[in-house]
């Protein structure tokens, strides 16, 4: 029983002590890839759609615009009570036909089609704006999808391994060399470690379902298993992301549109003042005497200027200073987001250092002189399993870890449309 022991401690030993947590291999059948997932939902996200629906809609206001207003067509008389029927003999008697046409003054309705243009490349950045929301979120659920994954490998390795651990030292027991207690505590150990596979288990089938709704798939379709995931090279500074990413974000560039567009509005509200003009064209029948030809031209007089036309440059001005300090806004979320990604991927860098050169070796070499210690009888068996769930947390931890530094990046990626993962 003795040489039995000591082999499966060896081989727990051996599984748990290497220097480094190595990366998972796939699993043989056609593991998922990040930029499969990507492409499908390109293709098949609806708010895309929408968003390339809403850019088409705007277009179509363009030649609205430009148009002239629709003419007006008038038909009437004046005689008896009978609908268009005259009085024979009186010539104040007539059936008449009128048209009107409108023209807006010169240079209004050049602006308003400019309006219409600027709205249409303000649309078109929310497809950019949904297309990086999109596949942001995409990134994010596969990484932590990826992160899952592992925990589940690595915790379902150490709970065949300390039950195996509680095994040995249940016949320790029996043989006298051991506790009752620490029979009880690895015992307790493995349903705790059963306990938290029922919960990884619970948020792997949250994000299937996470990323089946993304590519319009299915909410129950099954997702296999993700293929290796290398961690991404940062090679980026702070200022770089900011002057490459926040100046050229959708956001940023629609408001741009947007400014612009209010800017136009301001010089279509001061030409406002100018009158519009109407030409009419109208035609007169009476009874018994000639036909009758008229040409009349209207115009509006803006006589309530200081309350209408003053008040409608008024408004397109304030409209014009929202916008810019809306941009300012915008500008400084970004410039946070930017910085708080930035700074949650250093720390994973750097934590991933510390796991992959200190914590993962320390711990695996004080498991193996706990071990050591354990089999002469000098160490009592809640250290060893002191020192077994500290090489468990530090494995888990450092591929928890790998999974956010990918998140972080991936977020940067939505914010400043800089490729950093892949």
Same mark, same amino acid.
């Given at each position: 029983?003795?040489?039995?022991?000591?082999?499966?401690?060896?081989?727990?030993?051996?599984t748990?002590?290497?220097?480094?947590?190595?990366?998972?291999?796939?699993?043989?059948?056609?593991?998922?890839?990040?930029?499969?997932?990507?492409?499908?939902?390109?293709?098949?996200h609806?708010?895309?759609k929408a968003?390339?629906?809403?850019?088409?809609?705007?277009?179509?206001?363009?030649?609205?615009?430009?148009?002239?207003?629709?003419?007006?067509?008038?038909?009437?008389?004046?005689?008896?009570?009978?609908?268009?029927?005259?009085?024979?003999?009186?010539?104040?008697?007539?059936?008449?036909?009128?048209?009107?046409?409108?023209?807006?003054?010169?240079?209004?309705?050049?602006?308003?089609?400019?309006?219409?243009?600027?709205?249409?490349?303000?649309?078109?950045?929310?497809?950019? &704006?949904?297309?990086?929301?999109?596949?942001?979120?995409?990134?994010?659920?596969y990484?932590?999808?990826?992160?899952?994954?592992?925990?589940?490998?690595?915790?379902?390795?150490?709970?065949?391994?300390?039950?195996?651990?509680?095994?040995?030292?249940?016949?320790?027991?029996?043989?006298?060399?051991?506790?009752? *207690?620490?029979?009880?505590?690895?015992?307790?150990?493995v349903?705790?470690?059963?306990q938290?596979?029922?919960?990884?288990?619970l948020?792997?089938?949250?994000?299937?379902?996470?990323?089946?709704?993304?590519?319009?798939?299915?909410?129950?379709?099954?997702?296999?298993?993700?293929?290796?995931?290398?961690?991404?090279?940062?090679?980026y500074?702070?200022?770089?992301?900011?002057?490459?990413?926040?100046?050229?974000?959708?956001?940023?560039?629609?408001?741009?549109?947007?400014?612009?567009?209010?800017?136009?509005?301001?010089r279509?509200?001061?030409?406002?003042? @100018?009158?519009?003009?109407?030409?009419?064209?109208?035609?007169? *029948?009476?009874?018994?005497?000639?036909?009758?030809?008229?040409?009349?031209?209207?115009?509006?007089?803006?006589?309530?200027?200081?309350?209408?036309?003053?008040?409608?440059?008024?408004?397109?001005?304030?409209?014009?200073?929202?916008?810019?300090?809306?941009?300012?806004?915008?500008?400084?979320?970004?410039?946070?987001q930017?910085?708080?990604?930035?700074?949650?991927?250093?720390?994973?860098?750097?934590?991933?250092?510390?796991?992959?050169?200190? &914590?993962?070796?320390?711990?695996?070499?004080?498991?193996?002189?706990? &071990?050591?210690?354990?089999?002469?009888?000098?160490?009592?068996?809640?250290?060893?399993?002191?020192?077994?769930?500290?090489?468990?947390e @530090?494995?888990?931890?450092?591929?928890?870890?790998?999974?956010?530094?990918?998140?972080?990046?991936?977020?940067?990626?939505?914010?400043?449309?800089?490729?950093?993962?892949?």
């Amino acid at each position: 029983m003795k040489f039995a022991v000591r082999i499966a401690l060896i081989l727990i030993l051996a599984t748990l002590a290497s220097p480094a947590p190595a990366q998972q291999s796939a699993a043989p059948s056609e593991p998922v890839k990040l930029a499969d997932l990507l492409a499908e939902a390109e293709r098949n996200h609806p708010s895309l759609k929408a968003a390339a629906q809403m850019v088409e809609a705007r277009r179509a206001r363009i030649s609205q615009a430009r148009a002239l207003p629709d003419p007006q067509v008038s038909l009437g008389y004046m005689g008896d009570f009978a609908p268009f029927k005259t009085q024979p003999g009186d010539p104040s008697s007539y059936r008449t036909l009128g048209v009107m046409q409108e023209f807006p003054y010169p240079g209004k309705r050049d602006l308003r089609a400019q309006i219409a243009e600027k709205d249409v490349d303000a649309a078109r950045w929310e497809i950019e &704006l949904a297309r990086r929301r999109v596949l942001g979120e995409v990134r994010v659920a596969y990484f932590e999808m990826w992160g899952v994954d592992r925990a589940l490998e690595v915790t379902r390795k150490n709970k065949d391994l300390l039950a195996t651990l509680a095994r040995i030292t249940e016949e320790r027991y029996k043989l006298g060399k051991g506790l009752q *207690q620490d029979v009880f505590r690895a015992q307790l150990e493995v349903t705790r470690l059963l306990q938290r596979l029922t919960v990884l288990d619970l948020r792997r089938a949250t994000l299937v379902g996470q990323l089946n709704a993304l590519l319009q798939r299915p909410l129950d379709a099954p997702l296999g298993p993700l293929a290796p995931l290398e961690k991404a090279v940062f090679a980026y500074s702070l200022d770089e992301l900011v002057e490459r990413g926040v100046a050229n974000h959708p956001e940023i560039r629609q408001q741009d549109e947007r400014i612009a567009q209010s800017q136009l509005a301001v010089r279509l509200a001061e030409r406002e003042r @100018f009158p519009d003009f109407g030409v009419g064209w109208d035609y007169q *029948q009476r009874p018994g005497m000639p036909e009758m030809f008229g040409l009349k031209f209207t115009v509006n007089v803006p006589i309530f200027y200081k309350t209408k036309q003053k008040q409608m440059v008024t408004e397109a001005a304030s409209e014009r200073n929202a916008a810019r300090y809306q941009r300012e806004s915008l500008r400084t979320v970004l410039l946070f987001q930017v910085k708080e990604q930035f700074l949650a991927a250093r720390a994973s860098e750097e934590l991933l250092t510390l796991y992959t050169k200190a &914590l993962v070796p320390q711990s695996t070499l004080t498991l193996e002189a706990s &071990l050591a210690a354990y089999q002469t009888g000098s160490l009592e068996f809640q250290s060893v399993l002191a020192s077994f769930l500290g090489v468990l947390e @530090f494995e888990s931890s450092y591929y928890e870890e790998l999974a956010s530094f990918q998140k972080a990046l991936a977020r940067l990626e939505e914010i400043t449309g800089i490729e950093l993962v892949k």
